[in-house]
């Protein structure tokens, strides 16, 4: 589940297990050292007792493990743990809501450490059973990107950049999970706490030497990332998104700025194109390299960018990307190119670049390694993904309203005549101030709006649209736009609308949804990928497809 989809509240209700986030072999910790390190004592005839996993999921337990028993926004963790037993936990950690639950039951078959706060300790509990605590030298360097925009991609970028440079690099964030194996599709942007420091524990076990994670407000919220001790942390943006978690731009700045600590980063790279990135700048306690790629590094109204350390310049078409220059305060320079359109691509191969040579890459070996390799042109799966070219079709996540308008701006094509056709909606249960502005912002950046439903969730999906169609009807009375629009729903009926209107040189965005193959509505997942139905809906048209995801340039 990507994390504009992401629950608002934390749920103890058990999910699928993911087993295969875990090392094959881990050293038991005894029960004694684990209440040691909670500052309870262990019952009595427990303490040799060994503990060799942990998880918050009682349908994850696996033999061996520490079985943590939250509280949730509906059910109390303490109501899984006879299933959680059954699996095979040896040891409960709970709350004294937890505790009197449990007390009701006969006999406790496993020993219960009662604690005032268990949700802090799941990070260092995590840490301490899987060894994966901060100072130790053999785990993979981290780097953790968070921001409202650009994550994804960021982290993709450093993975390829990593690769390129002889690494055997890692990937945790909203599309999947790559740890040496087979990759596994993910459901969080960010895993729980016991799946991160399962992975990074993988990780070592099979010899990777870094790793890129994408790091959600919800993660740092719902503390997916304590006792994670990142090399190089970076920062894209922030926009309006999530203010139905955090409740103020305020707080969720403050939020993500807590990645950029001495408790959580070595050393961190800081987008300083906006008014927060800026403010981070100055307000971390750790060393902050800053960099600037807004038009072209020339300074910003409020003169943030002129004086930052890295400044994109000379930025330059090529194929359906960029390439541009990385120009130091110095006077050092290094030659970039991404093969992604769109100046947001050049702002995340930018940030990419100067955080893997934070992390104390050669520059010389950096520059060799982007010259020959080319790692900025890698298919983004659902990120300005390229499914046609006449007419251009393009299958993205925008899903705000800063990303929605950067990337009509991205695909909108020279040629006379030609015309953007944009096919998005809201999510249901989440932030409903941006739905109006989205709608206004593609009433005056498209030509044809069809507004229909991305993931309803709960909500009334009719409504959902209402809200995004009054902003789109309202700009363009208001600001005498001629863009056409349209309420459509199903999605994939929009999206074949889409393609019925379209000619050769139009161009086709479906944006909000990206890589996700499922549509939640009414809690029920039907199978929806805008890929899929966009590509049948061309192929019936008698346009030809891409072959491949990965973006020619």
């Known amino acids: ?101 449990l007390a009701l039951a006969a006999e406790q078959p496993v020993p219960v450490l009662v604690i005032e706060e268990p949700r802090a300790a799941v990070g260092p509990l995590s840490a301490l059973i899987y060894r994966s605590q901060p100072e130790d030298a053999a785990f993979p360097s981290l780097f953790g990107v968070t921001g409202t925009n650009g994550k994804t991609t960021t982290t993709y970028f450093i993975n390829s950049l990593l690769r390129a440079l002889g690494k055997r690099p890692g990937l945790i964030g909203t599309i999947e999970i790559v740890a040496g194996g087979e990759p596994i599709p993910s459901l969080l942007t960010t895993p729980e706490s016991p799946d991160v420091h399962a992975l990074l524990a993988l990780m070592r076990e099979r010899d990777l030497d870094a790793a890129s994670m994408e790091v959600s407000s919800h993660a740092i919220s719902y503390r997916r990332v304590d006792s994670v001790m990142f090399d190089v942390a970076g920062f894209t943006n922030l926009t309006q998104d999530h203010l139905d978690l955090h409740g103020s731009m305020e707080e969720y700045f403050n939020t993500k700025a807590e990645l950029f600590s001495a408790a959580r980063a070595r050393r961190s790279v800081v987008t300083v194109d906006d008014e927060w990135g800026r403010k981070l700048a100055g307000l971390a306690d750790i060393p902050v390299t800053t960099l600037s790629a807004a038009s072209g590094g020339a300074a910003d109204a409020s003169g943030g960018a002129s004086d930052a350390d890295w400044r994109v310049a000379s930025i ?86 800063d990303a929605l308008a950067r990337a009509l701006m991205a695909v909108r ?14 999510t249901g249960q989440r932030d409903q101030g941006k739905r109006p502005t989205m709608g206004a912002i593609a009433a005056r950046l ?18 959902i649209r209402a809200d995004v169609l009054a902003g789109a009807y309202a700009a363009r009375e208001e600001e005498n736009l001629a863009s056409e629009i349209i309420e459509s729903y199903p999605r994939d009926a929009a999206i074949r609308l889409a393609v019925d209107l379209a000619t050769a040189k139009d161009t086709i965005l479906i944006a909000g949804r990206g890589h996700e193959v499922w549509q939640e509505v009414n809690g029920v997942n039907l199978a929806l990928d805008d890929r899929v139905e966009l590509r049948a809906a061309l192929t019936s048209k008698g346009f030809s497809v891409s072959s491949d995801q990965r973006i020619e340039s």
């Open 1 to 101: 589940m990507s994390e504009h989809k992401e629950a608002a509240s934390n749920t103890a209700t058990p999910e699928a297990g993911r087993s295969g986030f875990r090392p094959a072999s881990v050293a038991a910790v005894p029960l004694a050292t684990i209440a040691g390190a909670l500052g309870v004592t262990a019952p009595d005839g427990s303490h040799d007792l060994g503990v060799t996993g942990i998880t918050l999921n009682s349908r994850a337990v696996e033999p061996g493990d520490l079985y943590m028993a939250l509280p949730g926004a509906t059910r109390h963790g303490a109501d899984f743990v006879p299933q959680a037993v059954d699996a095979g936990a040896v040891a409960v950690v709970t709350d004294d809501a937890g505790a009197r639950q």
């Open 446 to 463: 498209a030509d044809v709006v069809i507004i229909s439903d991305d993931d309803p969730h709960d909500e009334d999906a009719a409504a």
């Open 316 to 401: 330059n078409p090529r194929g359906l990307g960029s390439e541009f220059e990385l120009r130091h305060s110095d006077g050092r320079t290094l030659r970039v190119h991404t093969g992604l359109p769109g100046d947001f691509n050049v702002a995340n191969a930018a940030l990419a670049t100067v955080m893997v040579l934070a992390s104390g890459v050669d520059e010389t070996e950096l520059q060799n390694a982007l010259d020959a390799h080319d790692p900025f042109t890698v298919a983004v799966p659902g990120r300005m993904q390229l499914v046609s070219t006449e007419p251009a079709s393009v299958v993205d996540f925008a899903h705000n309203p």
């Open 413 to 426: 094509s020279p040629e006379e005549g030609s015309r953007v056709i944009v096919v998005f909606g809201a």
